[in-house]
Each structure stands twice: as C-alpha cells, then as structure tokens.
C-alpha cells in the first residue's frame, strides 16, 4: 500500500473511531437517565412560601434556599401564574380543585357544556407546572420523562381534589421553625440542653400530642448539632434517656 492509502486508512479507522466513542457516549447517557428515580426526587423536595414574590425551596438533607419568582421563570409576582401558584402555598394543606369541567343542562348528560372556570383554572396550574418544571431541570439537573405531570389526584380528598406531589410547607410551620430557630440559637449549651430535656419529655408522655413539641424538638437537636458540633451518639442519647 502506498503512502498515501495508507495514512487515508489510518484516518478513516481514527474517525471510525471517534463516532464509536461518541455513539457510546450518547448510549451510556440515555442508559444514566432512567437510573434517577426523579418522580422520588420530586416527591422528596420541600417548597414553602415565604412572601407574595418568593419561595423557600429544600432538598433532603440540605438548607432551604430562598428563591424569587423571576429565578423560578415567572414574569414577575403580579404573573397569574405566579399568583395562582402562591394562592396554593398559603392554603393550609396545598391542595386545589378546578371546579366542574362540565355543566349538565336539566341533567341531561347528553348535553355537557365546559365550564370557562376550569379551564381558566386548569391553564395556570399547567402554566406554573411547566415553569416549575424547567426550574428543576435547569437547578438540579433533573429530566423528566414526556408528559411527567407535576401535580396529582388527592385519593382520599373531596372529589377534584389535587394537590404537587412535592410536599408543601404550611406557612405557619414555617414560621414557627424560623422563631424557634432564633430562639434556639441565643442559648447557651447547658440552656438547650434543658429545653430538648423539656420538648423530648412532653413528646414521650404523649407521642400524639402533634402540635409544635416534635417540629421544635426536631430543631432544637439541629441547632445544637450546629451551633455545638454534638456527635450522633450524642444526640441519640439525649433523646432516648
């Protein structure tokens, strides 16, 4: 084979070469993808509301970090949108309901009419979803499958009831975590200690009590973890006797 025959096969075999590594490439990717479980993802994350043009949003085992309505790509906190989205949050329990889809005229079913409201309703959940969901992509890296829908069905709600599958933070709580947090922080060490005694005993003569004694034990121990750097064993020994 001559020179020149020679250094095109050479070529050709190193270009054969790289379009192998590169359809590998994309296969290894696309084999990746489906390894994230990103509807657990979804169902895992914590959004709260904080005030009429931004959200506190939380990943498991990480802080929440404050966002303002134009980082999650509304338009601004006048947005309908946006609005609709808030209205959500600072209902106790997050749930919402379009209404009826249908009107029955004399209660003949035959002769359905839609309903302007829910559509009008439907529209801006769709329009908040699919902005919330671009959020994700873009923040956290997340891909979602065709169609993914970020909201759902409340089985055991009143009929229509639906509700985001992330889990949201009642405002109240969350303000109650941000006070007892301040309060936690201006004590000192033998003072916490004394106030987790107090919250764990509550908690352990009545479990079901519920109200603020499990949230605020629960940030009592963080603060101190914190603040004081104690070690799990140590933790696990305050709160077990």
Known sequence: MNPIMQHQALFNQFVDFILQKNVLSVGEIQKSEP?????????????????DSSVSVKLPGKQSVPYDCRHLGFRDSRAKAWRYFIDILSNDGGSFNFGPAYEYPEGDRLKRIKVKHYDAQWKLCDEASKRLLSFFEKEFGWVFPKGYKLYEKVTTGSEGDRKFKFKVVSPYFSNINKEAEADFSELDEIALISEINGLNNEFSINPECGGEAPSRLVLAIKTGQKKYGWSDNHMRAMVTG
């Open 35 to 51: 390894m994230i479980n990103v509807d657990q993802e979804v169902r895992s994350l914590e959004i709260s509301y904080e005030n």
